[in-house]
């Protein structure tokens, strides 16, 4: 049985910085693409930073310089580190994971999806 939980948002002012956590259980760290998506109300659901089974990354092109994905594998947890926070980067945001295909930032068939954490900028 797969889990994963999300921890570590919060409400920070614009410029801020926040730290991300996703302890997973059931599925290894690099075993396949794991990553983080967002999703404000009304808007559309985004991807923001993918890592794959080889460490490879890719960034939403509105966080990137600013936000860092990264993991650990003896803990088994990924991490999303927010720095120089918008308001815009509001929202809900999801850690999520997939053991087959490919990793990519728009992918929407995740196999696995965490409860989200609540990012709120002012």
């Known amino acids: 049985h797969v889990q994963l939980v999300e921890s570590g948002g919060g409400s920070v002012q614009a410029g801020g910085s926040l730290k991300l956590s996703c302890a997973a259980s059931?599925?290894?760290?690099?075993?396949?693409?794991m990553g983080w998506f967002r999703q404000a109300p009304g808007k559309e659901r985004e991807g923001v930073a993918t890592?794959?089974?080889?460490?490879?990354?890719s960034y939403a092109d509105s966080v990137k310089g600013r936000f860092t994905i990264s993991g650990n594998k003896d803990k088994n947890t990924l991490y999303l580190d927010l720095n120089d926070l918008r308001p815009e980067d509001t929202g809900m945001y999801y850690c999520?994971?997939?053991?087959?295909?490919?990793?990519?930032?728009?992918?929407?068939?995740?196999?696995?999806r965490g409860q989200g954490t609540q990012v709120t900028v002012s």
């Open positions: 059931g599925y290894n760290y690099r075993s396949g693409c």
């Open positions: 999520v994971a997939e053991r087959y295909g490919g990793c990519w930032l728009d992918r929407d068939d995740f196999t696995y």
């Open positions: 890592i794959d089974s080889g460490g490879s990354t």
